[in-house]
């Protein structure tokens, strides 16, 4: 049932919309060409925030930064039960979804998908979000610019996302 319902939900919502449009007596490819000159607008104007964000994230692991934090911080997340191997996932992630996916891949390709270091990557690459890379592409693309409490409303759900991934897994599959 649940397989049916996925399969016809996409076409159910768009034959929604367009005959809601229809009613309303919309003209649908109109609105469609200008919601996507305006979306392809809005990505161009996206290209030089995601070129810096990409160049930082970059320089923070070809610098050797990142194993540096690890080998600092891991004595310390081993008594929590967080393996120092998804340290880098819990950094990574924050900042950019393809190096956090990267992280998560080699985890697994390294450790196994069944392992406890490759469900607790796999969980908190579902569980956390991309805090830094949203506030500025999406932010940056609208010129917000006084955007301190979402940095600290993204940054705490990604904290917490961390946590529960880890009380999770260590429940579950230790």
């Keep these: ?23 309303r007596r919309v003209n649908v490819y109109e609105v469609f060409v200008r919601g996507a000159q305006e979306g392809f607008t809005t990505a161009i104007k996206t290209i030089p925030f995601l070129v810096a964000m990409f160049v930082a994230i970059s320089v923070f692991r070809a610098s050797g930064a990142m194993e540096l934090f690890v080998s600092i911080f891991s004595p310390v997340t081993n008594l929590f039960g967080i393996p ?26 390294t450790y196994g998908p069944d392992s406890f ?15 830094f890379f949203v506030l500025t592409l999406y932010f940056g693309s609208v010129n917000v610019v006084k955007y301190r409490y ?8 990604d904290i917490t996302g961390f946590i529960a991934s880890v009380v999770i897994c260590n429940l579950v599959f230790k």
Excluded: N, Y
Aim: hydrophobic share 55%.
């Design 150 to 157: 979402a940095v600290v409303s993204g940054l705490s759900a």
């Design 1 to 23: 049932m649940v397989s049916l319902a996925a399969k016809w939900a996409i076409p159910f919502i768009l034959f929604t919309v367009t005959l809601l449009a229809f009613v």
């Design 117 to 131: 270091i490759g469900r607790l990557a796999s969980t908190l690459q579902g569980s956390t979000d991309t805090t």
């Design 84 to 109: 120092a191997e998804v340290i880098p996932l819990g950094i990574m992630r924050p900042l950019s979804g393809g190096g956090a996916l990267g992280i998560t891949a080699e985890l697994i390709k």
